[in-house]
């Protein structure tokens, strides 16, 4: 059973900094990407940034030129650096791993940015 686990969240000032780790356990084959996605609150479940098994990455406007996704080779680590953090980009964030067989989500970690 594949397994996610997020970590890397947490309280952070307008302008600063955090990297999210999501690190995937279990027999995992046919990798077709990974992703980041946030859900603020009262709001919905939205796209962060994802990067295929062939390394293309795709961002939402809102985050392009603040953060970065990257993953490890073999493909079972992902990250994201977030730099310049704004208080709208307070919000659960999610990691998901799509395969062949289907998709998984991590639990989730929090990020809160505030002055």
């Known amino acids: 059973q594949v397994q996610l686990v997020e970590s890397g969240g947490g309280v952070v000032h307008p302008g600063g900094s955090l990297r999210l780790s999501c690190a995937a356990s279990?027999?995992?084959?046919?990798?077709?990407?990974m992703g980041w996605y946030r859900q603020p609150p009262g709001k919905q479940r939205e796209l962060v940034a994802i990067?295929?098994?062939?390394?293309?990455?795709t961002y939402a406007d809102s985050v392009k030129g603040r953060f970065s996704i990257s993953r490890d080779n073999l493909k079972t680590t992902v990250w994201l650096q977030m730099n310049s953090l704004k208080p709208e980009d307070t919000a659960a964030y999610y990691c998901?791993?799509?395969?062949?067989?289907?998709?998984?989500w991590g639990q989730g970690t929090q990020v809160t940015v505030s002055s």
């Open positions: 998901r791993l799509m395969l062949v067989t289907g998709d998984i």
């Open positions: 990067i295929t098994s062939g390394g293309t990455t």
């Open positions: 279990g027999s995992i084959y046919s990798v077709l990407s």
